[in-house]
């Protein structure tokens, strides 16, 4: 995700060569890769892409990650078929491209795929988790949506004005130390503004070395010291799920 402030594409990080576990299909207005888990639970958990868009590798193997642990999970195109940015993309021009792309104008594709889980794949309890952009779009969901049990925001922007308290239900926030796009002040503040106000259960958890992206877009291979806190973020989010969904 972008700074608002002072407006930069993503790092593209590694780009998995993966071609994925579900099937791509249509919902309403929008296209979306769904994968089934290997038992059905009723339960289901979308997830939001980061402005890379639906059908990066990387937000599609975590899709299966979650949806290998019992969760029918659901990558819509949220971008409703508009170009995702692309990674040797010219800088100045990114501040444009985001306006057309609002994180927080995103409830008639939500409700669309609420409906296709509840009406066609059964869904009776569901979560959501966003990476980037999509950490941003899950902000704003767990904020208007009481229906989504559980939400876990990876490195989603914080911004501090305006009201990021009133969680409907429990959400996880998941940041790097190192994020050179989202500062650790405002990190402190969004802690400060939950303590306060928030009355449901939330967590922030800040991995220390880290950087953005680390949890999506980066090999777990990368380097030994940054493999166990990609884990523990992936593990951090299932356990989330797991709790609440």
């Not at 791509?24 to 929008?30: T, Y």
């Not at 040797?88 to 104008?105: C, H, Q, V, Y």
């Amino acid at each position: 995700m972008a700074n608002e402030a002072h407006p930069r594409p993503c790092d593209i990080g590694h780009r998995m060569e993966y071609g994925g576990m579900g099937c791509e299909v249509q919902v309403e207005h929008i296209k979306a890769y769904v994968t089934r888990p290997p038992v059905d639970t009723g339960k289901a958990v979308i997830v939001i892409q980061d402005v890379f868009g639906w059908q990066l590798p990387n937000t599609r193997y975590m899709a299966d990650m979650i949806a290998g642990n019992g969760y029918t999970t659901i990558v819509p195109d949220f971008f409703v078929g508009q170009e995702p940015w692309h990674p040797s993309g010219d800088w100045a021009t990114f501040p444009e491209w985001l306006k057309t792309r609002n994180a927080r104008k995103i409830d008639k594709e939500v409700d669309a795929v609420l409906k296709y889980l509840k009406e066609q794949c059964l869904a009776r309890s569901i979560g959501v988790v966003g990476f980037c952009w999509g950490g941003v779009a899950v902000h704003h969901l767990m904020m208007r949506y009481p229906e989504f049990k559980a939400g876990v925001a990876v490195y989603g922007l914080v911004r501090d004005s305006e009201d990021v308290h009133c969680l409907k239900n429990p959400t996880l926030f998941i940041f790097a130390e190192n994020d050179a796009v989202i500062p650790l002040e405002q990190v402190s503040l969004l802690t400060q503004k939950l303590k306060e106000h928030c009355k449901v259960e939330y967590q922030i958890k800040t991995f220390s070395g880290q950087t953005h992206g680390f949890v999506h877009r980066k090999r777990e291979d990368c380097s030994p010291e940054d493999k166990p806190y990609i884990e523990e973020a992936r593990r951090n989010l299932l356990e989330w799920l797991n709790k609440y969904v």
